[in-house]
């Protein structure tokens, strides 16, 4: 059982900047692929960013290439989403996700449905 705990969101204007992080639980979070996804009212969950088990692989939503980076920490549990050149745009909740994997990142890491564990999630809003 892996618990997550998002935090770092907020209000910021637009072309600002915020850091998420997501701290989890357990001791074989190492084990896990770390996934950021996001969801804004009326629509589907979708994709940000995934980071593969040790950090050496990560793969982005197009939306949010060269704006955002996903990191992790495996001595300290988190993973974070570090989100520059903020858009009115990127307003959702966002939530973290972890999915058994390794250093290999499959395609399907991309969809929700791949994570077995969430969090409660985070608001971010971007003003215009």
């Known amino acids: 059982q892996v618990q997550l705990v998002e935090s770092g969101g907020g209000l910021v204007q637009a072309g600002g900047s915020l850091r998420l992080s997501c701290a989890a639980s357990?001791?074989?979070?190492?084990?896990?692929?770390m996934g950021w996804f996001r969801q804004a009212p009326g629509n589907e969950r979708e994709f940000v960013a995934v980071i593969s088990s040790s950090g050496g692989n990560t793969y982005y939503a197009d939306s949010v290439k060269g704006r955002f980076t996903i990191s992790r920490d495996n001595a300290k549990n988190t993973v974070y989403l570090q989100m520059n050149s903020l858009e009115p745009e990127d307003t959702a909740v966002y939530y973290c996700?972890?999915?058994?994997?390794?250093?290999?990142?499959?395609?399907?890491?991309?969809?929700?449905?791949?994570?077995?564990?969430w969090g409660q999630g985070t608001q971010v809003t971007v003003s215009s």
């Open positions: 996700a972890a999915r058994t994997g390794g250093e290999q990142i499959p395609l399907y890491a991309t969809t929700p449905v791949s994570y077995r564990y």
């Open positions: 357990g001791r074989t979070f190492r084990s896990y692929n």
